[in-house]
């Protein structure tokens, strides 16, 4: 669907060794600008993985695609 409605460009795929869709995005040293720190979106997506079932669908240089299997039912329960 994404790529039916051109979400994504022209996407690349990039493979990376871990059991868990956040160490790929710590391997890619991913944050949506230079300004922010990798770490702390790394650690929220863990979180999330953990709770939700959140796992990375795709990624462009200022957004981050997830897939969640459960998710939060309200904002305070998001955090």
Do not use: C, I
């Given at each position: ?8 460009g022209r ?44 796992r ?24």
């Amino acid at each position: 669907m994404m790529l039916d409605e051109g979400r994504l460009g022209r996407p690349r795929l990039a493979l990376f060794e871990g059991a868990s869709s956040y160490e790929a995005l710590a391997a890619a040293r991913w944050a949506p600008s230079e300004e922010d720190n990798f770490l702390a979106h790394v650690q929220v997506l863990r979180t999330w993985e953990e709770r939700f079932g959140a796992r990375v669908v795709a990624l462009k240089r200022d957004t981050l695609y997830l897939s969640v299997a459960a998710p939060p039912v309200t904002d305070s329960h998001s955090v």
